[in-house]
């Protein structure tokens, strides 16, 4: 099992000002804003997924619940500073698993759906990507690489990064400074590290630069993890985001990455949701599910989460022939 933990904030990990209904929302983070919760988390935090738990052989999913639930109560009752747990994309919304936590008191808490891209085994290149797809989104391709002319891009090696860490740090916190909920709040020294281990791993650092003249104005990192590219924290400095189209050439970025690189499948994270499905991606629902300590702070769960995080309504794309949207 992977076991991590992290302190709950509302003034720190949870945007000031509410999307939809403020004065519900706002009200209620109001009252949030004094307290913070220690909280243990069953799976990968810094990446989406099903990497709570791993099982050698076949194992109910009966069985696993009843595992999943024991050792949350273990850990809960072993350190008296865990005020909750959570158990991360332990499994898909729906499944025996889930359903079975919620029963023995979990609430499913609101999050986005991974988008995952399954890359096509005749694939080699972008070419054959956009031979798949319809001529509408074919266009939108060929504009967004249109729009990126005036930038460059190119791999860094993990002396790279590291001699640049406060720069592509400060990127990250850009990017992520408007998002809703962060669980994880980086250190500056996150992203040397990271790739120092995978250049380590597989030769190569898994960071892409992108530059207008010699300014690093954008980055993105990736992990590979077997038949699965993850595409993990990125950064840019917003200016150039919509003149350059960036991140839209950014998620073609990662795709032509994850096709060169033969990989099955490309884990495009959450957030983004429409765009990412105009590119091929597809939703995964996994579900994250939280137990307090306390019944009271438990029976609290389904009143307080709306204001830290509601999940955003969005239209799905496809830009296949065979399922275009």
Known sequence: MTLQEFVFSAAG????????????VDLRRKLLAPFSFKVAALGQLLTSGPYAIDVKGEVPASELADLLAAVSEALLESDSSY?????KD????????????????????????????????????????????????????????????GLTRRGLTATEVNSRSSLIFELYRETTAGAAYNAANLQADYFGWLASRNQERTGQSGFTGYFYAN??????????????????????KEAYKQRYHL????????????????????????????????????PVDYTCLCKAKSPVLNWMIPFFTPAVYTQPIWQARSPYKNTAL
């Not at 005020?83 to 158990?87: D, K, N, S, T």
């Not at 919620?102 to 399954?118: I, R, S, T, W």
């Not at 990455?257 to 499905?277: H, M, W």
């Open 215 to 236: 300014e690093l104005i954008a980055f993105t990192s990736t992990i590979p993890n077997g038949p699965v590219l993850h595409a993990h924290y990125l950064g840019m």
């Open 90 to 149: 332990c499994s898909t919304s729906g499944s025996l698993i889930s359903t079975t936590l919620k029963k023995k008191g979990f609430y499913a808490m609101p999050v986005d759906p991974v988008m995952e891209l399954q890359i096509d085994s005749t694939w080699s290149s972008m070419d054959d990507y956009c031979q798949d797809i319809t001529s509408k989104y074919r266009t939108r391709y060929r504009r967004a690489r249109k729009k990126f002319v």
């Open 247 to 282: 991140y839209h050439n950014i998620l073609f970025d990662l795709l032509e990455t994850a096709i060169t690189g033969k990989f099955e499948t490309l884990d495009y994270g959450r957030t983004a949701l429409e765009i990412k499905s105009s590119v091929g991606a597809v």
């Open 13 to 24: 990990n949870v945007k000031h000002s509410a999307d939809g209904d403020r004065s519900r």
């Open 83 to 87: 005020a909750a747990i959570l158990i």
